[in-house]
């Protein structure tokens, strides 16, 4: 077994204005993605599998896989826009991807051992690493329930220069028992936390809520439930252009339906990313105390 670093890399950063995984943050010119990687390596993963796009391969390749190739081995899975299930196909105008569970299912073919699933442009900290590895180790490859994630609080997460979305969890004994996303989460002037739920109500949400970063532990099996989820997605939600499929409700439905068991790892480390071009100035000054 390989347990494999697959990392969502094929967004383009629209609030951020350009394409922020290849963007130079540490003090000799790093991304975030390779101090992710390496950290990554540290733990002792020994296979990465980048989501990208087909238009930005070549820039992606120079920029952070061939350094990554140093690391451990390499490969790439493409997100494209009409990989769809049979029968379906893209509407007429959409330009957006289909969302984190659509760029998961892209590399169904690479992936074949448990895994887990990050985006490029976060950092999570080395010990969010060292954990979920040891995880897992213990899942059972063929057993598409058997999940886990490294939580952060909501506080620790947040922009001070504009909103964020996040995966709001709700834990019973250490299990995950809800995960809701919410869009346009900020702190609003009475110092409260708010953020729209999927039922485009805008709720009150705890500061040290636990949230999901997108840091999960999966098994190949996983594949397979994640294209029944898609399918009906794009059964209610395929017509519109800006819809997306989010893969911590993905899990929240496993979850409900008794299918899905998923352990939630603590960490010590700290989270943080950049959503905003002002928010760099904040990731640079971290990531020099670290050098």
Known sequence: MKPTLLVLAAGMGSRYGGLKQLDPMGPHGETLLDY??????????EKAVFVIRREFEEAFREGVGDKAAALME???????????PVGFSVPEGRAKPWGTAHAIRAARSVVHDPFIAINADDYYGADAYARILNHLRELNPG???E????????KNTLSPH????????????????T?????????????????????????????DAPVSMNFWGFTPALFGVLEEHFTAFLQKHGGELKSECYIPTVVD???????????????????????YPADKPLVQQRLLAMA
């Open 147 to 154: 999940l886990c994630m490294v939580g952060y609080p909501l």
């Open 143 to 145: 057993d598409a329930g």
């Open 162 to 177: 504009g909103s964020v979305n996040r995966g709001v969890c709700r834990l019973d004994s250490g299990l995950l028992q």
């Open 74 to 84: 390499v490969e790439y899975a493409f997100q494209a826009l009409d990989d769809l």
């Open 36 to 45: 992710s990687l390496r950290d990554a390596a540290a733990a002792g993963f």
């Open 253 to 275: 439905d496993l979850i409900r339906a008794g299918r899905a068991r998923c352990t939630v790892l603590p960490t010590s480390g700290e989270w943080f990313g950049v959503t």
């Open 179 to 207: 995960v809701e996303e919410h869009t346009d989460i900020r702190e609003e002037a009475d110092g409260k936390v708010r953020g729209v739920n999927l039922a485009g109500e805008r709720v009150d949400i705890p500061a």
